[in-house]
């Protein structure tokens, strides 16, 4: 869709805009807050959708996390172009966005995985995200042997990391009285972001 001529220059980066209805959706009481509907494509380039929470928004973009070699996992690695959106109920508030992912390098991932809980990170080894597994025993038992295989500290599998999504065109979205709903849009100008009003 071409920028029209009517597009102003915004006020604030749409990253902060996200921030600050991210910390709003928490105070808010929203059980999830920072859960994302990721889509992604296949190698037929069909959509396939799921929801990864979003773990940190900088300038730079949006990341989240998962196994590598799961479904999303090896449809990012075939084609980076994906769709988010996030829905905040309490607030009734929408956010989409499209753009591209990139890997993080093994540094963040690092520091990231070890933030987590030590039955996070066993599960991180044990699961074989997205491959079909006869009985739930079986995971259980995946668990506690990955459990007796590292008693001390877990180490981040090489197949699970994390990804940084950069986002080219942004959508904000408010629920108002009637369906006369508020929406807007940001995208990058040649100084600075743009933005200007969608209808409803
Ligand atoms: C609220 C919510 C948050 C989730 N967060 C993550 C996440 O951060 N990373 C992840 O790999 N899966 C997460 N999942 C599970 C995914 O939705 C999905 O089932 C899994 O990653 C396998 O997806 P795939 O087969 O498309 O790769 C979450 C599910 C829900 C409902």
Redesign the pocket.
Known sequence: MPIPNYAKRAEEAPTTWLSRWLREAEASGEL?PT?MALATLDASGAP?N????CKGVTDEGLR????LE????IELARDQRVSVAFYWSILRRQVRLDGTVSPLDAAEADAYFASRSRLSNLGAWASQ??RPIETREELEVAVEAVSERFTEDVPRPPFWSGFRLRAESWEFWEDRPGRIHDRWVLKPGEEGWLIWRLQP
């Open positions: 999830n859960a396939r799921r929801f990864v929470l989240f996390f998962t196994n799961s479904d999303k996992g995200q997205s």
